[in-house]
């Protein structure tokens, strides 16, 4: 007589269908998403994946699902409603954007200590003091997205949810933060790139990335770290008047943060940076698949593609080697500083966001301007 199946229990169920959304929607806390998240959320997530949304999106999404249920469920001690009452809404802004003078003389101001202990002893809150505004509507935008999505109209745009923002943002002025605080303009380039000196698969590996992270347009970390052999194309080496040819590539990208999934965006790479690329796939006898695969402490090749976040810590640890403050720059200090180095070296701008592919010209041009106002005859009257 065949033993009959164990069945599963609710937490084990959404882990296992977490698991089949995985290959499009990596989820590193697989086991504590299954037990925060609820059946509903899980087939939103679901849909959001056959629906196309892109990945990064929908990275971001279940980040901030996942904050949004935990925090629901520390300050009610219940599951989100759908679609969220407007006084929830105008509880979540009171909880995170608050004066902390007045919190001073008020322990009740802003988020109560439960709550904050809540969210910090399970990882979820890390910050001390009140959130950054942008963090805080960036959550609201994407519980209002996940709101429409389930079919349900949200009170996100009402009069008191709005004032209730912009009060509180007024009443804690901050100054917005660079993404990187240093851009990783040419002569810093040469520096990051001079830790890479040997032949170790590290240094080839870390080499290419940084010459081909920059030189493809600061492309994103994300973009970076999901390359694949599929999307490179060798083209016609470019003549030269006084040399040998330079090697070309083309970098297939397919949909970006910026695209449609029917748009197929291509950048192109040439001289260095090709040969740099080349090396390290012959190093590391890589013909398909990931292109930059993350290395084990022995120096052994894995399968799998590194994390985007490993582009990030592997600028900061070549900055830190080259003398550098590390906390100073991130993995998108090498899209700006494509981007002010283009500036420096009078490329017009529309030819630099050919590469970029930057859409907004209002955006590429603060870097050209940030760049040419410090070298400028303004900046220096005196």
């Given at each position: 007589?065949?033993?009959?199946?164990?069945?599963?229990?609710?937490?084990?169920?959404?882990?296992?269908?977490?698991?089949?959304?995985?290959?499009?929607?990596?989820?590193?806390?697989?086991?504590?998403?299954?037990?925060?998240?609820?059946?509903?959320?899980?087939?939103?997530?679901?849909?959001?994946?056959?629906?196309?949304?892109?990945?990064?999106?929908?990275?971001?999404?279940?980040?901030?699902?996942?904050?949004?249920?935990?925090?629901?469920?520390?300050?009610?001690?219940?599951?989100?409603?759908?679609?969220?009452?407007?006084?929830?809404?105008?509880?979540?802004?009171?909880?995170?954007?608050?004066?902390?003078?007045?919190?001073?003389?008020?322990?009740?101001?802003?988020?109560?200590?439960?709550?904050?202990?809540?969210?910090?002893?399970?990882?979820?809150?890390?910050?001390?003091?009140?959130?950054?505004?942008?963090?805080?509507?960036?959550?609201?935008?994407?519980?209002?997205?996940?709101?429409?999505?389930?079919?349900?109209?949200?009170?996100?745009?009402?009069?008191?949810?709005?004032?209730?923002?912009?009060?509180?943002?007024?009443?804690?002025?901050?100054?917005?933060?660079?993404?990187?605080?240093?851009?990783?303009?040419?002569?810093?380039?040469?520096?990051?790139?001079?830790?890479?000196?040997?032949?170790?698969?590290?240094?080839?590996?870390?080499?290419?990335?940084?010459?081909?992270?920059?030189?493809?347009?600061?492309?994103?970390?994300?973009?970076?770290?999901?390359?694949?052999v599929e999307q490179l194309s060798p083209e016609t080496p470019?003549?030269?008047?006084?040399?040998?040819?330079?090697?070309?590539?083309?970098?297939?990208?397919?949909?970006?943060?910026?695209?449609?999934?029917?748009?197929?965006?291509?950048?192109?790479?040439?001289?260095?940076?090709?040969?740099?690329?080349?090396?390290?796939?012959?190093?590391?006898?890589?013909?398909?698949?990931?292109?930059?695969?993350?290395?084990?402490?022995?120096?052994?090749?894995?399968?799998?593609?590194?994390?985007?976040?490993?582009?990030?810590?592997?600028?900061?640890?070549?900055?830190?080697?080259?003398?550098?403050?590390?906390?100073?720059?991130?993995?998108?200090?090498?899209?700006?500083?494509?981007?002010?180095?283009?500036?420096?070296?009078?490329?017009?701008?529309?030819?630099?966001?050919?590469?970029?592919?930057?859409?907004?010209?209002?955006?590429?041009?603060?870097?050209?301007?940030?760049?040419?106002?410090?070298?400028?005859?303004?900046?220096?009257?005196?």
């Amino acid at each position: 007589m065949a033993k009959p199946k164990k069945s599963l229990t609710a937490v084990e169920r959404r882990a296992e269908e977490l698991d089949t959304i995985a290959a499009v929607l990596p989820i590193e806390r697989r086991d504590e998403l299954a037990e925060l998240l609820t059946d509903h959320d899980v087939e939103t997530l679901r849909h959001l994946v056959n629906a196309g949304m892109g990945d990064n999106t929908l990275r971001a999404l279940t980040s901030d699902l996942a904050y949004l249920e935990a925090w629901g469920l520390a300050a009610t001690g219940r599951s989100l409603p759908w679609p969220a009452p407007e006084a929830l809404l105008l509880k979540f802004v009171a909880h995170h954007l608050w004066d902390p003078q007045h919190r001073e003389t008020d322990p009740d101001h802003g988020m109560p200590v439960d709550v904050d202990e809540n969210l910090r002893s399970r990882g979820f809150l890390k910050s001390v003091g009140p959130h950054a505004p942008a963090t805080v509507r960036r959550r609201l935008a994407n519980w209002s997205t996940l709101t429409r999505w389930r079919g349900f109209d949200g009170a996100f745009a009402s009069p008191s949810v709005k004032s209730a923002i912009r009060l509180a943002v007024r009443a804690v002025p901050r100054t917005r933060g660079r993404k990187s605080a240093k851009a990783v303009t040419g002569d810093v380039l040469a520096r990051l790139l001079a830790t890479c000196a040997t032949d170790s698969l590290r240094d080839l590996r870390d080499r290419a990335i940084l010459m081909v992270a920059f030189a493809s347009g600061g492309r994103r970390r994300s973009e970076i770290a999901g390359l694949r052999v599929e999307q490179l194309s060798p083209e016609t080496p470019i003549e030269t008047p006084d040399g040998a040819p330079l090697p070309s590539l083309a970098i297939h990208l397919g949909r970006t943060k910026t695209t449609t999934g029917d748009q197929d965006e291509i950048v192109y790479l040439t001289g260095r940076p090709v040969e740099a690329l080349n090396a390290w796939l012959t190093a590391a006898k890589i013909e398909s698949g990931s292109v930059f695969r993350a290395i084990g402490r022995w120096g052994t090749l894995s399968r799998r593609q590194i994390d985007p976040q490993s582009v990030t810590a592997i600028l900061k640890q070549r900055a830190e080697m080259a003398g550098l403050d590390s906390g100073e720059f991130s993995a998108h200090g090498l899209r700006s500083g494509f981007l002010t180095e283009a500036a420096i070296r009078n490329i017009p701008l529309l030819e630099a966001m050919e590469q970029s592919r930057h859409r907004s010209v209002q955006q590429a041009s603060s870097y050209y301007n940030n760049a040419t106002r410090r070298s400028g005859r303004a900046a220096r009257m005196l």
